[in-house]
């Protein structure tokens, strides 16, 4: 599942695809990232035990800022990531 959008495909009046890759942006990054932090935190109230997968994603989310010069990187990134259920 993509987090971030880097690729939109486009089809011609033959139906013919053409993709182009879009370059992602720190705002895009962080507000998607902020609304993923707050839509899980219930996965960490006191009655609940969070999987290690899920701290490690949380984690993952918060570092994306310090662990990356780039957006696009960034977004690639979060892209791959694999992202617990």
Known sequence: M???TRIHHH???NNEKTSTEVHANWHEIK???DRILSE???RFMSDQTPSQEWIDYRQFLRD???N????NEAADA???YDIPE
């Open 31 to 33: 507000s998607t990232r």
């Open 78 to 80: 979060w892209n791959e």
């Open 64 to 66: 994306l800022p310090q």
């Open 2 to 4: 993509m987090i971030i």
């Open 40 to 42: 899980s935190d219930w």
């Open 11 to 13: 089809y011609d009046v």
């Open 68 to 71: 990356f010069t780039e957006a």
